[in-house]
Every structure is written in structure tokens, then in C-alpha cells.
């Protein structure tokens, strides 16, 4: 007996394809609708029934290709001019209590008008900024921007002049690598990493911390729990990236037959829990095998070279180590995948979907079949992720709501709806499918899945720390990490891998660690000193680090937060060695604006009486250990000239260490406060 239809009831909708790719049965005329029609059919069939989708996943990926390769490539940011200057003033007039002065010089004021800013400044330090408020003859009559201080009031009474007028301030810390990254980062450099909750989630379990993207990851699978797994539909630029290079391999490669049902079809939810019992056994290895970091370290490692040969030079782009080749077939193995079948990496293995389908378990909308259905199957053909089963209902934990088989289906059948919607349902095992919930074999499959799940991620965590960093013997590897950097063992749960702080990198002075610590360094940043030194005028690694492994320090902090200690090897250095002269290192330094390297007299000869001959000896570096901050600039410029250029050298002979008291590596808190105590105590007396 036919059961009585369900009375409907009103809740939401969401379906949102165009009105344009219905057929219709009415003989076809040539709009513009129809010819849209024929264009979207011509680029794919999924690209007629969702056309919605592929708009939004064409944006997403357009944003997330924006994002790596423009906002974070440094190479827009140029150092600020330096801009005029005067000199050769002299102070005619200075009223104390307003600021007010006039300086005075033979040359008058030529190229000055009133109205303009300049800074004051005695002996290559800027006393403050001041208006010019009139130009009579010789004379410049001067306001201070702000009031006064009492030190800068002594500097103009005391300061020896002459004086000279600067259009930009001398000697001000650049920040033009800084300035940039905020500039272009309209939208966070780090948005799309931020939102793939695996990352956020194993971090914070492996690193027993509060991690700030957890929230981000939390709204992302709220808004997932509207539009159940949309971020594998619609957002996510590796699955987009996969629809391309399946798009791309079309019909013209025959792929291998894999079958409907398996083992294989669960592997992502073992591969999730493998990655969550590593990460509680304070190993993170979801960067190896998440959805983003998998697409941000792939671009790294091949697209961010051809970026940098083609855009500057090809000597600039650094040597592979065998961590590069590894992640670069993780990379190219991901899209092999699709050999197997569209999207196998997105339905069967990808951790980062595995969260989202276990979320639709909460989910308020979903896809429902109505009774008109007529068994023609479209559906079950057209859709990307295997959601749709036998008999057109729907697999729930996998269904994205990309509502392609809503576009195919003939008689609008498909609806997306509210979870709780009544409507007259097609009936269920209609064509019958045989299917149960979960037969034996399918039970035992689930069991020693989640059995090698569990033992692999236990596995990988205790062989891990087994051959891993050794962060208690003081002669194991001690990388230098990037300014900013948590503490070390902390900083090896939080990094993610993604590879995101060596794109913004200027220079490449963070590339990919190999497998010096073991498993558990691979792929993690380290500051190559020999390639190139930390920038002065940069901190843009920990503004775009997604988890906070670098912190995002401003520009004051990171300028002060030391890497490591730039140590002077005495055998190899030239003036030390008594083998020519030589202040590579303390001119980059000073230049830089560190000051941390000093010169001493070594090697003088004596005359007879004891006096020291004139023209003996040099003068030679040594490190000033409160100033110095490790940044590598002076090691890159004796290996480069030294080394590389003159041949005098086979490394550096000033190399930057990190490790047990060479380094700041604070979870929180300010380095400038912990430099200031340092000074404190190291004030005679204190
Ligand atoms: S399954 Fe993974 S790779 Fe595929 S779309 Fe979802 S998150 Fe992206
Ligand atoms: S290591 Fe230095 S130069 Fe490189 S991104 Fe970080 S702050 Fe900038
Ligand atoms: S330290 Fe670099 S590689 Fe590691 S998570 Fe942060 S940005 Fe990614």
C-alpha cells in the first residue's frame, strides 16, 4: 500500500544554481542564456551544474595564488630614499620655551620653502622634526613638530654643529621589507592555512598550547556545518588544483581501475587519527599530509624557483637538499592520484576532508532525493566525490553540497535543504543495492584501519623523538631558527611545515632544514647564513607563520630578539690569523645599524724598548655578545668575498651559532624588556 504523501514543511534552502542551465522542453532558441550554456558545457560538465561553485573555487584559488606569489614575495619593498640634505648650518636664534630657532649659513636656503618638514641633525644624529615656517635671506626659521623634550633641548644648546637639515631621518631603523608585507597584505597572507582546522587542531594537541587559529578554524567548521565539507567543495586550492590537473588529463589518459568499495575508501579518517595520536605524543606531522601546508610547500619547492629565476636571476635561487625532493614527490604524488580516479585524494585520503566529514555529522543542511526521482543515474555519474550512493541517497559524511547532481538531474529531484525538511523522500534500497550500514567485512576493515591508525601514528611519533632533534646533548645539531622563534622544542610541535615564512623571505635566508635533526626538523625553517643574513628592515616570517611557531614580533622586538652569536673562528679570520687586513663583517654590522662587532689591535710588533712599530699588526673583530643578535649578515659577506669571491676561505670565518645561551626564545613577552633587564645587571654595581 502507497504511504500517504508527507506534508511538507517550510524550512531552508540552498540551492543556488543558475536558472540558466535547466533544460528546457520548449524547442531552443538562441539566447544568451543558451549560449552560455553551450560555452560551460564545452569547458566541463560539472562546469554547467554548478557553475556557482566553480566560480567560487576560481576565486579561492585566484586569492590564494595572489597571496603566495605576490604578497608574499618581498621584492617590491624598496629602501626609502634618502632624500636632500643641507649643510652647514649654524643656530642664530633658539627660544627655549617654544623650540623655536633660525639657522643661518652662507649657501641661504636654497631648494627649502616654507611649509616643508625637515629633520635637525648634529653629528649624524636627528635631534627631532621641525617646520619651516619662513625663509628670510640667509636665515630658516624653524618650529619642532612636537614640544620639546629637556634632552633634546640640551642636545641644541650643547650640540657642536655644524647642523644640517635631512628630508628623511638618518640613521632610523629601515623598515621597508616591514612597510611592504603591510601594504599588500589586505587580506592576511597566511588566510588560507589559518582556516584548514588539521593544522590548528594537531598543533595546539602537540604543542599542549593554545594555538590563535583555532579560531579560525573553529569559524570555518561553523560555516561548515551550514554547507557541509564546502571547504573541500569550494574552497580548498589543492582540491582546486586537482580538479585542474584532472580537468587537464581529461579522457586523453586512461586511468587505472580502481573499484567502487575498499579499504582505501576510509584511509583519510586512519590517516586522521594517525596524525592526532602523533600529535598527543608531541609529534606534528600533519604538515606532511594536510591539505595546505601539502599545496604551500609544493608551490615553495617548484613554483617560488621558476618565481625567482624568471623575475630576478637564476643564481639566486638556492640548491635542493633531499627534504626538497621528498616534498616534491609527496607534491606530484598527490596529483598522480587522479590517475586512480578524479579526486582520489580528496575522497579517500586527504586528513584535512576526514575533519570535515566527521563535522557533517553535525550538519543543519543537506542533500535530499525526492520522490520523483526516476532512477537515471546522472547524479551517481557527475559527482566529484563519491557521495551518492546506489540509490541516490546520500552518502552524508562525504557529500560537499557542490550541487552538481542538482545541475544533471532532469527532474529537479535534488534538493538542498534543512536537515530536519520533510518532503516525500524517494524511498530508500530503491533500485536495491544490497548495501548494509556496515557488513562484516566492512566492520573488520574498519577495525584494523583505525588498529594501523592508531599504532602508525604511535609508531612515527616514538621513532620520531628516537631519531630525532636530541635537543639534550649540546653537541647535536642546533639549527638557527628564524628571529621570533618559540623556544626549540615547542617551536618543533608548532611548525606546521608549510613552508610560508620562506616565501615571504627576502633573499632566502630561511630554507628548508633536511634531515639534520632527524624526521623531526625536516622541512622546518633555518636561517642559511652563508646564502644570506637576516634583513634589518624585515619581520615578515613571523607575520605570516600560521600557527605562531615564529611570533609575529613589530619591527622593535624582532630588531633586538637574538637568533644565535655570531662567533669569530680565530685560526680562520684574516687580521686574526695575521694574514691581511680586513672589516667585512664590522662594516656590515655597523651598516646595519647593530654596532655589535668591535675592532682590537692584534698581532703589533715591538721594537726593541717594548713601543709598538708603526704599520705592524691589524685590527681584527670581536663580538660584542649584549649586541649582537645573530642575523648572519657579516658571516654571508665573509663567505661571499672571502670565501667564494677571493678564494682566501673555505667558510666563513665568522659563523653564526645558535643553542644554550646564544639565543632569545621566548614563548612570550617582550625582548626589548629582557634586553633592557640585561642591561640592567650588567651595569657595574647593579
Ligand atoms: S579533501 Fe582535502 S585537498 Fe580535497 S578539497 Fe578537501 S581539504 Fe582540500
Ligand atoms: S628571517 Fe629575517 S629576513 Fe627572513 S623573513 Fe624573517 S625577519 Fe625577514
Ligand atoms: S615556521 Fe614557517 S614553515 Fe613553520 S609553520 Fe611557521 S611559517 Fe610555516
Same mark, same amino acid.
Given at each position: 500500500m502507497n504511504e500517504p504523501p508527507q506534508r511538507k514543511r517550510s524550512g531552508f534552502r540552498l540551492d543556488h544554481f543558475l536558472p540558466f542551465q535547466r533544460t528546457s522542453s520548449k524547442p531552443q532558441q538562441k539566447t544568451v542564456a543558451t549560449s552560455v550554456r553551450k560555452l560551460l558545457r564545452r569547458i566541463g560538465p560539472t562546469m554547467l551544474s554548478s557553475p556557482v561553485r566553480?566560480?567560487?573555487?576560481?576565486?579561492?584559488?585566484?586569492?590564494?595564488?595572489?597571496?603566495?606569489?605576490?604578497?608574499?614575495?618581498?621584492?617590491?619593498?624598496?629602501?626609502?630614499?634618502?632624500?636632500?640634505?643641507?649643510?652647514?648650518?649654524?643656530?642664530?636664534?633658539?627660544?627655549?620655551?617654544?623650540?623655536?630657532?633660525?639657522?643661518?649659513?652662507?649657501?641661504?636656503?636654497?631648494?627649502?620653502?616654507?611649509?616643508?618638514?625637515?629633520?635637525?641633525v648634529d653629528q649624524g644624529a636627528a635631534v627631532g622634526r621641525f617646520n619651516i615656517t619662513a625663509i628670510e635671506g640667509k636665515r630658516v626659521r624653524l618650529m619642532p613638530d612636537a614640544p620639546l623634550s629637556a634632552k633634546q633641548i640640551d642636545q641644541m644648546l650643547f650640540g657642536a654643529g655644524p647642523w644640517a637639515l635631512h628630508e628623511t631621518e638618518p640613521g632610523k631603523w629601515p623598515s621597508h621589507y616591514t612597510d611592504?608585507?603591510?601594504?599588500?597584505?589586505?587580506?592576511?597572507?597566511?588566510?588560507?592555512?589559518?582556516?584548514?582546522?588539521?593544522?590548528?587542531?594537531?598543533?595546539?594537541?602537540?604543542? *599542549?598550547? !593554545?594555538?590563535?587559529?583555532?579560531?579560525?578554524? $573553529?569559524?570555518?567548521?561553523? /560555516?561548515?556545518? &551550514?554547507?557541509?565539507?564546502g571547504f573541500c567543495g569550494y574552497l580548498c586550492p589543492l582540491g582546486t588544483l586537482i580538479d585542474l590537473f584532472d580537468w587537464a588529463i581529461g579522457r586523453r589518459v586512461t586511468r587505472f581501475r580502481v573499484a567502487k568499495d575498499g579499504w582505501w575508501v576510509h584511509i583519510k579518517y586512519y590517516l586522521l587519527l594517525a596524525v592526532l595520536i602523533a600529535a598527543f605524543g608531541g609529534v606534528l606531522i600533519s604538515g606532511y599530509v594536510a591539505a595546505i601546508p601539502v599545496i604551500t610547500r609544493g608551490l615553495l619547492f617548484i613554483g617560488e624557483p621558476l618565481q625567482s629565476g624568471f623575475a630576478r636571476e637564476w643564481h639566486l635561487v638556492p640548491s635542493m637538499n633531499a627534504g626538497h625532493v621528498v616534498s616534491i614527490l609527496l607534491f606530484l604524488g598527490v596529483l598522480a592520484l587522479g590517475l586512480?580516479?578524479? *579526486?582520489? !585524494?580528496?575522497?579517500?585520503?586527504?586528513?584535512? $576532508?576526514?575533519?570535515?566529514? /566527521?563535522?557533517? &555529522?553535525?550538519?543543519?543542511?543537506?542533500?535530499?532525493?525526492?520522490?520523483?526521482?526516476?532512477?537515471?543515474?546522472?547524479?551517481?555519474?557527475?559527482?566529484?566525490?563519491?557521495?551518492?550512493?546506489?540509490?541516490?541517497?546520500?552518502?552524508?559524511?562525504?557529500?560537499?553540497?557542490?550541487?552538481?547532481?542538482?545541475?544533471?538531474?532532469?527532474?529537479?529531484?535534488?534538493?538542498?535543504?534543512?536537515?530536519?525538511?520533510?518532503?516525500?523522500?524517494k524511498a530508500v534500497n530503491d533500485p536495491p543495492t544490497g548495501e548494509t550500514a556496515l557488513g562484516r567485512r566492512g566492520f573488520m576493515s574498519l577495525i584494523t584501519g583505525s588498529g594501523i591508525g592508531v599504532a602508525g601514528g604511535g609508531a612515527i611519533a616514538a621513532t620520531t623523538k628516537l631519531w630525532g632533534a636530541n635537543l639534550d646533548d649540546p653537541n647535536a645539531f642546533h639549527p638557527v631558527r628564524p628571529p621570533g622563534s618559540v623556544p626549540e622544542p615547542a617551536f618543533l610541535d608548532m611548525c606546521i611545515r608549510c613552508g610560508e615564512c620562506f616565501k615571504a623571505c627576502p633573499n632566502?635566508?630561511?630554507?628548508?632544514?633536511?634531515?639534520?635533526?632527524?624526521?623531526?626538523?625536516?622541512?622546518?625553517?633555518m636561517v642559511k647564513a652563508d646564502w644570506a643574513?637576516?634583513?634589518?628592515?624585515?619581520?615578515?616570517?613571523?607575520?605570516?607563520?600560521?600557527?605562531?611557531?615564529?611570533?609575529?614580533?613589530?619591527?622593535?622586538?624582532?630588531?633586538?630578539?637574538?637568533?644565535?652569536?655570531?662567533?669569530?673562528?680565530?685560526?680562520?679570520?684574516?687580521?686574526?690569523?695575521?694574514?691581511?687586513?680586513?672589516?667585512?663583517?664590522?662594516?656590515?654590522?655597523?651598516?646595519?645599524?647593530?654596532?655589535?662587532?668591535?675592532?682590537?689591535?692584534?698581532?703589533?710588533?715591538?721594537?726593541?724598548?717594548?713601543?709598538?712599530?708603526?704599520?705592524?699588526g691589524h685590527l681584527a673583530p670581536v663580538v660584542l655578545t649584549d649586541k649582537c643578535v645573530g642575523c648572519g649578515i657579516c658571516q654571508t659577506r665573509c663567505?661571499?668575498?672571502?670565501?667564494?669571491?677571493?678564494?682566501?676561505?673555505?667558510?666563513?670565518?665568522?659563523?653564526?651559532?645558535?643553542?644554550?645561551?646564544?639565543?632569545?626564545?621566548?614563548?612570550?613577552?617582550?625582548?626589548l624588556k629582557l634586553r633592557e633587564a640585561e642591561a640592567l645587571r650588567s651595569k657595574p654595581g647593579s
Open positions: 566553480r566560480v567560487v573555487q576560481t576565486f579561492c584559488f585566484l586569492l590564494f595564488a595572489w597571496l603566495f606569489f605576490y604578497v608574499c614575495w618581498p621584492y617590491h619593498a624598496k629602501p626609502q630614499a634618502v632624500g636632500s640634505i643641507q649643510e652647514g648650518w649654524r643656530i642664530a636664534e633658539f627660544d627655549q620655551n617654544s623650540g623655536g630657532l633660525s639657522l643661518e649659513r652662507e649657501d641661504g636656503a636654497k631648494d627649502l620653502h616654507a611649509g616643508q618638514k625637515r629633520f635637525l611592504d608585507l603591510a601594504r599588500k597584505e589586505i587580506v592576511p597572507a597566511e588566510t588560507f592555512l589559518i582556516i584548514d582546522p588539521l593544522v590548528s587542531l594537531s598543533t595546539a594537541i602537540a604543542a *599542549r598550547s !593554545w594555538v590563535w587559529s583555532l579560531v579560525c578554524a $573553529g569559524i570555518i567548521l561553523a /560555516v561548515c556545518v &551550514l554547507i557541509p565539507r586512480l580516479k578524479p *579526486r582520489f !585524494w580528496c575522497k579517500y585520503v586527504c586528513p584535512s $576532508g576526514a575533519v570535515f566529514s /566527521v563535522a557533517n &555529522l553535525f550538519r543543519v543542511s543537506e542533500r535530499k532525493v525526492e520522490s520523483s526521482c526516476i532512477n537515471c543515474n546522472k547524479c551517481v555519474t557527475i559527482c566529484p566525490f563519491d557521495a551518492i550512493k546506489p540509490d541516490f541517497t546520500t552518502r552524508v559524511t562525504d557529500c560537499t553540497l557542490c550541487q552538481t547532481c542538482g545541475g544533471v538531474c532532469p527532474t529537479h529531484s535534488i534538493k538542498f535543504v534543512d536537515r530536519w525538511h520533510v518532503m516525500d523522500l632566502n635566508v630561511l630554507q628548508a632544514e633536511g634531515f639534520e635533526q632527524g624526521l623531526e626538523g625536516l622541512w622546518a625553517p643574513g637576516c634583513e634589518s628592515s624585515c619581520n615578515a616570517c613571523g607575520q605570516v607563520c600560521p600557527t605562531g611557531a615564529i611570533r609575529a614580533l613589530p619591527l622593535a622586538e624582532k630588531k633586538v630578539a637574538r637568533m644565535g652569536l655570531a662567533i669569530v673562528d680565530q685560526h680562520a679570520c684574516l687580521p686574526h690569523a695575521n694574514r691581511e687586513a680586513c672589516q667585512l663583517c664590522v662594516d656590515e654590522c655597523h651598516a646595519a645599524g647593530y654596532h655589535a662587532i668591535e675592532f682590537v689591535q692584534v698581532h703589533t710588533e715591538v721594537d726593541a724598548a717594548g713601543q709598538p712599530i708603526e704599520g705592524t663567505y661571499g668575498i672571502n670565501g667564494l669571491e677571493k678564494n682566501l676561505l673555505k667558510q666563513s670565518a665568522i659563523i653564526i651559532k645558535a643553542g644554550e645561551g646564544r639565543e632569545d626564545r621566548l614563548m612570550t613577552g617582550s625582548y
